[in-house]
């Protein structure tokens, strides 16, 4: 049998034993709680930043040479920041929904859908900045010991399927990462962030009334109830006209002016500008599929792979309208042409093998079911293991796999308890 393993963080553990200490906080200089040691930190970041990308829609990796760009410029400021030795590393990932986020140990990612919204690489430079005072100042990690995110469900499956099949991937109890990206941030957090992060454009020469300028933007936005920021960006970073005016009176403080970018940072997006209209098409397509408009749907999908034919995303969705009308030999085709353009993408891997069980090729949907879960487990993935398992007289592997979908809550964890008494009885 295949070890099953799970790597959950035991952080109830070192609370029960009570390692706590007085700390500094490395960042405002501050005397804090500290509950969780810096190698904890760092293990946590590091352990749950692919997943956490792959569950906010994986690496953009149309366009390389963007990541590059972001990357340098965010190690710009890390590097006159008040953690510069953290391991930190920057992502561009492919996803509409404008956002940015941070976990502990400086791992920073930036949603596609926020960086067409900026206008230089100073205000870039802005939402680095900040997301670097997050990882630096622990604001994760403060967090977690203050008990908004530690409970038992922390050593669950992760991810489950949505009883809305269009709704995507919800996050489930395990998905530590992703909990710690999209949770909301306490205004003082995100005052210190903005504080904070405005010194570093600074000391790297950018020009911090653009981080000003940002929020001005934001605020703005949210005035106009823009969704798109309300189920990112505004949902775990709050804008305010509070923040605007502290904002302005450390910029004055400071004093204005420095490099902006504008030049470059066009150049640097122009291809993913030009993109857009592949992604917009997309968007629509789901939005026409949770409809069940699935004819409109498969011609707005079909119309974004012509745009853009090396994009996994589309080939993925366009296997789900293929599915749904039920159509499963013309949806394989479109997973595994996903899996060939993105093959460490978990949900591409997961939805290949779930077909594949449908078409009753029990080894092809068993081994993507298998390279799924290497990278995020999901309830479902293990829920149709043990069916595999089952099929095959694998006795002992289907009774571990049930017990692991068990766990879950759900249709999911319901069908993997009924399943698993069937075979103990």
């Not at 953009?60 to 990541?67: C, G, K, N, S």
């Not at 594949?356 to 479902?380: F, G, W, Y």
Request: charged share 25%; net charge neutral.
């Amino acid at each position: 049998m295949r070890r099953i393993s799970i790597k959950p963080f035991v952080l109830l553990t070192l609370l029960a034993l009570g390692l706590a200490g007085c700390t500094v906080n490395p960042v405002t200089g501050e005397k804090q709680l500290s509950l969780i040691p810096e190698s904890q930190e760092l293990a946590m970041g590091a352990e749950q930043y692919i997943p956490t990308q792959q569950t906010q829609g994986g690496r953009f990796y149309v366009d390389p040479e963007l990541t590059l760009y972001v990357r340098d410029v965010g190690e710009k400021l890390a590097r006159v920041s008040d953690r510069p030795d953290l391991p930190y590393d920057f992502v561009v990932l492919n996803n509409s929904v404008p956002n940015a986020w941070a976990l502990p140990g400086g791992k920073i990612a930036v949603n596609r859908g926020l960086l067409t919204e900026l206008d230089d690489e100073a205000q870039l430079a802005a939402v680095l900045g900040h997301e670097i005072v997050h990882a630096a100042a622990r604001h994760s990690v403060q967090r977690m010991q203050q008990a908004q995110l530690i409970s038992l469900g922390v050593a669950g499956l992760g991810i489950a399927l949505s009883d809305n099949e269009w709704a995507g991937l919800v996050m489930g109890g395990a998905a530590l990462g992703a909990q710690l990206a999209l949770a909301q941030y306490s205004q003082g957090d995100e005052l210190e962030s903005d504080h904070y992060g405005i010194t570093y454009m600074k000391r790297a020469g950018y020009d911090p009334q653009a981080a000003v300028e940002l929020q001005e933007t934001f605020v703005k936005l949210s005035e106009g109830r823009d969704s798109n920021f309300i189920q990112g960006l505004f949902a775990t970073h709050p804008p305010s006209i509070k923040r605007v005016h502290e904002n302005q009176q450390m910029v004055n403080k400071l004093g204005a002016g420095g490099y902006r970018g504008e030049d470059v940072y066009q150049r640097k997006i122009a291809k993913l500008k030009e993109l857009q209209p592949a992604y917009d098409a997309h968007d629509k397509a789901l939005e026409l599929a949770k409809d069940k408009q699935y004819d409109k749907a498969l011609a707005k999908v079909n119309e974004a792979i012509r745009i853009l034919p090396r994009e996994a995303m589309f080939y993925s969705l366009r296997g789900r309208i293929y599915e749904a009308k039920d159509q499963v030999k013309k949806a394989e085709a479109d997973f595994d042409k996903a899996v060939s353009l993105y093959p460490e993408m978990f949900e591409y891997r997961l939805r290949d093998g779930l077909n594949a069980l449908d078409l009753n090729k029990l080894e092809k949907a068993r081994s993507n079911l298998l390279k799924a879960n290497d990278v995020v487990p999901t309830s479902i993935a293990f829920l149709r293991l043990g069916d595999i398992a089952a099929r095959q007289s694998r006795r002992d592997d289907a009774v571990a796999y049930y017990s692991q979908a068990a766990k879950a809550g759900g249709q999911v964890g319901e069908e993997a308890q009924k399943k698993l008494a069937a075979m103990t009885q």
